[in-house]
């Protein structure tokens, strides 16, 4: 068949007849092969010219063009002994050079927030505390300013950390200096600090491995030795991203294992260096707390949680505690917490972070935001204090609720009830949708015969500049209470949950018609030929409540018209103290050319009559 084959292309490619001749020699050379191995033995007869050249051309032969083993068009010949052909060596294989990660034995996303671990970071001041837990909780939340002086941290926050599978509670302590004066803030805050320990499991000692181990440092281990003994402790050596490139840390780890608390971790709290060593010390520690409960209580309940999401009003309240520097919002926390939860003192400017703290009241979950003073100009403010208003405005955005705190004392002295901060913070808040409750705060120092003058002036005055100063909206809740003294607490936040309600507020669009017709017959109209017809109105949207009023052709309501209609939904609906938005669309009048012609005479008599009612009306009016 192949002498066939080159019996009919002779004739038309005669080239490629000596090319056809030497393969025929290499398939007979390849049939009776030189100790198993034709090639060699072929090579050896052509010598080095038939190595490099090609032998149909006689030009240099490309190596990955030739193949010694292939037959006519590249298909190997029936006498080639395949078996025999060298073989080109797979591709090395890639080595996983990373360990597998070990999976958890306890589902920690699954465990009830209130029953997870504890872990307090600890340590001497600007050693990394809040970068740490800025880095396990995966959010900028406290406040990270490198003041080697000053002490930014001062209160104590609390978050759920997220490092891997594992799921904890950690606390962000303030920097502890045991050589404190009693009675300064450093000593408050370390009193603080020892009163959390009690309900921590865990404690992360944290030292800064590029100044060494300090005198201070070794104060804090002692200092966590005598209040924190049945605490586990884990050193761990912040900022060693740098020391790990030199091969310094083998040395200092040797220093800090001088503290007494086992073999310390090398980590970077601002780069993320070392989280992997920490979870695989954390995650015994975390899997035998958790099996040591009962299995029945640390199981998350899924169906609560899904018959709260049906009803807005019951979701969780935000609310936010704003105001200016030292009129007592950190007292009237802990008063509404009834605990001491932040720092408080006759400093001004006493809170830097944004605290928030959860609580229950009334069967409903409430969480209290602590913010900063308010200062007007925090442009010229530098440092920690131009973060911390950054950071206040920023948890007014997220609040549901605002709580303005106003000082009675100041009031009663001035001639004025809110300074230009606070009517900055009030205007701000409407124009965000938020609900809004003004708080007067110190009213137990305007008590007594000399000052119930006093006291009966800051009563009527503040209701009134408030209206004054916010006219959009009506009814803003005033409660005058005593931080200090614990009074007032109850009413606080009875009018919090009252403004969350009418917040939270959903009216069907059926009650909307039959109120709007009922308020559309006793408005006085200017000029009736020119009124807007409004087809319907509905609710789009809550939190803050949301109309749209439709209206046919282009004519839109005028301001009077708007404020008549907000003012109306206001008193028959009891919304009084929320911010409330009504937009307008128009609604194209519809082609009269596709419509029937019952349709048709139908709209042309309702035209007719309106307009000569129009037209009647006028004689008679003459």
């Known amino acids: 068949m192949a002498q066939a084959f080159v019996r009919s292309i002779s004739g038309k490619h005669r080239s490629a007849l000596p090319f056809l001749s030497i393969r025929s020699n290499l398939a007979k050379l390849s049939r009776t092969p030189r100790n198993g191995d034709p090639l060699p033995a072929l090579l050896g007869n052509l010598g080095d010219s038939g190595r490099s050249r090609n032998f149909s051309t006689g030009l240099p032969r490309t190596p990955w063009l030739f193949r010694p083993f292939a037959g006519f068009c590249g298909i190997p010949s029936l006498g080639h002994d395949l078996k025999g052909a060298p073989l080109p060596d797979p591709p090395p294989e890639k080595v996983k050079n990373k360990k597998a990660r070990k999976k958890s034995r306890v589902d920690f996303i699954k465990v009830d927030p209130a029953l997870l671990p504890t872990v307090i970071l600890v340590g001497r001041p600007n050693v990394g505390k809040s970068a740490l837990f800025n880095r396990l909780i995966r959010r900028r939340e406290a406040l990270v300013y490198n003041t080697p002086g000053d002490h930014v941290t001062r209160d104590i926050r609390e978050g759920i950390a997220k490092l891997g599978d594992l799921r904890f509670r950690v606390l962000d302590s303030a920097g502890l200096e045991t050589a404190a004066t009693s009675g300064s803030i450093l000593s408050r805050t370390a009193d603080m600090t020892g009163n959390?320990?009690?309900?921590?499991?865990?404690?992360?000692?944290?030292?800064?491995?590029?100044?060494?181990?300090?005198?201070?440092?070794?104060?804090?281990?002692?200092?966590?030795?005598?209040?924190?003994?049945?605490?586990?402790?884990?050193?761990?050596?912040?900022?060693?991203?740098?020391?790990?490139?030199?091969?310094?840390?083998?040395?200092?780890a040797g220093e800090a294992h001088a503290l007494g608390f086992g073999d310390p971790i090398a980590i970077s709290a601002e780069t993320g260096f070392g989280m992997a060593e920490l979870y695989e010390t954390l995650r015994p520690l975390f899997e035998d707390y958790i099996l040591r409960l009962p299995n029945d209580d640390h199981i998350r309940d899924d169906t609560s949680s899904k018959t709260e999401e049906s009803d807005e009003s019951k979701l969780p309240l935000q609310l936010a505690i704003v105001g200016r520097p030292n009129v007592g919002k950190s007292t009237l926390l802990n008063a509404l917490l009834q605990e001491e939860r932040v720092l408080v003192g006759p400093e001004a400017g006493l809170t830097r972070d944004s605290i928030r703290a959860q609580f229950q009241f009334e069967e409903r979950t409430i969480y209290l935001v602590d913010t900063a003073g308010w200062l007007h100009r925090a442009g010229q403010e530098k440092g920690p204090a131009s973060l911390s208003v950054v950071q206040s405005r920023k948890n007014l955005m997220r609040a549901h609720v605002v709580a303005l705190v106003l000082d009675g004392e100041e009031i009663a002295k001035a001639k004025s009830s809110m300074k230009h901060a606070e009517v900055v913070i009030a205007r701000q808040a409407i124009e965000e949708g938020r609900g809004l409750v003004v708080i007067v705060n110190k009213m137990d120092l305007l008590r007594g015969r000399k000052n119930s003058s006093l006291h009966e002036k800051v009563m009527k005055a503040v209701p009134q500049e408030i209206q004054t100063v916010i006219p959009q909206v009506t009814g803003i809740p005033v409660v005058f209470v005593s931080a200090l003294e614990g009074k007032g607490r109850i009413a606080v936040m009875r009018q919090v949950v009252d403004i969350y309600r009418k917040w939270c507020l959903r009216l069907p669009t059926a009650r909307l018609n039959r109120w709007l017709r009922k308020v559309m017959s006793r408005h006085s109209w200017k000029d009736q030929a020119t009124q807007p017809k409004i087809k319907y109105f509905t609710q789009v949207k809550a939190r803050p409540p949301t109309f749209v009023a439709f209206l046919s052709g282009k004519a839109q309501l005028s301001d009077t018209d708007m404020r008549f209609l907000m003012k109306s939904l206001k008193e028959d609906f009891d919304l009084g103290g929320i911010p409330i938005r009504i937009m307008q669309r128009s609604v194209p009048r519809k082609v009269v050319g596709s419509k029937s012609s019952k349709n048709l005479s139908v709209k042309l008599n309702v035209r007719a009559r309106s307009d000569k009612r129009n037209v009647t009306s006028e004689p008679a009016s003459s």
């Open 196 to 252: 959390v320990l009690a309900r921590s499991q865990f404690a992360i000692f944290l030292i800064d491995v590029r100044e060494g181990l300090l005198p201070l440092d070794r104060e804090v281990g002692q200092w966590l030795r005598k209040h924190a003994s049945g605490i586990h402790t884990i050193v761990a050596m912040n900022k060693s991203e740098s020391l790990d490139d030199q091969g310094l840390l083998t040395s200092e």
